[in-house]
């Protein structure tokens, strides 16, 4: 069985050989980077399973650094690394796609943890469901990953396209914060439903004729959300 592939990204080189000693030890195969220029190379070059990333890196940041793979269409999975407190490069970092993040000081069982429970979800969302969803407008092919609105292909993160497809898989029922939190992101949240009202906001950018009256992802107030059930 071919063990996955894990890019480390920190510039501080104790916690860079703390994580790729412990995720040895859990049976991944690990490379590891100290810059975001180079790590953008080895992403390119190398074609890692999931990608460990620290915000603050010399030259090119973890942040722009996510936003280039995505731009690029790279999109490999990757837990954000940030300090205590830095609230907003988390939000960024949510904003651009990361799939989870860990706030240090870590634990390097918990990290370990989250990259199997990431890799797992990546793995299960890629095999084949053998059918479209069809809402109106819009087109969701959860065999090719991708969704499009009258034929044209939506630019959609990862994790946007599998909270579009899993309230589209279950249209007419009404999605709770927590349930989505639990069912796309696949643990508690921390208790931060933010990052779904955030991830919902950014869909109804990309598929909503006019977002702020949605006529596809309704807001149930006080509830969560629901994709209105065809009628007829």
């Known amino acids: 069985m071919m063990r996955e592939k ?17 995720l040895g030890k859990e049976g991944f195969q690990t490379i590891v980077s100290y810059s ?19 915000v603050m890196l010399p030259g090119l940041d973890g942040i722009s650094l996510l936003k280039k793979m995505r731009q690029e269409k790279l999109n490999l999975p990757v837990i954000m690394l940030t300090a205590r407190g830095e609230e907003i490069d ?9 799939d989870d993040y860990v706030t240090k000081p870590f634990s ?21 469901a053998s059918h479209r969803i069809t809402i109106g407008r819009l087109v969701i092919d959860i065999d090719q990953y991708e969704a499009m609105i009258d034929g044209e292909e939506l630019p959609l993160t990862p994790k946007e396209f599998e909270l579009l497809a899993f309230m589209a898989q ?35 950018d990309k598929v909503e004729k006019d977002p702020k009256n949605p ?6 107030r006080g509830v969560g959300y629901r994709i209105p059930a065809e009628k007829g």
């Open 215 to 220: 006529e596809l992802i309704k807001t149930v």
């Open 170 to 204: 279950n249209r007419g029922r009404v999605m709770t914060r927590e349930l989505l939190l639990e069912k796309v992101w696949g643990y508690d949240y921390q208790g931060d439903t933010r990052i779904v009202d955030v991830n919902i906001s950014h869909l109804r």
């Open 6 to 22: 894990i890019l480390i990204v920190d510039d501080e080189d104790s916690i860079v050989k703390l994580v790729d000693y412990n």
């Open 36 to 54: 975001g220029d180079d790590a953008w190379e080895r992403i390119v070059h190398e074609r890692p399973d999931l990608v460990v990333l620290d």
């Open 90 to 98: 988390r939000v960024m970092g949510l904003e651009l796609g990361c």
């Open 108 to 128: 390097p069982r918990e990290l370990a943890a989250r990259i199997k429970a990431v890799l797992r979800r990546t793995q299960e969302a890629g095999q084949p």
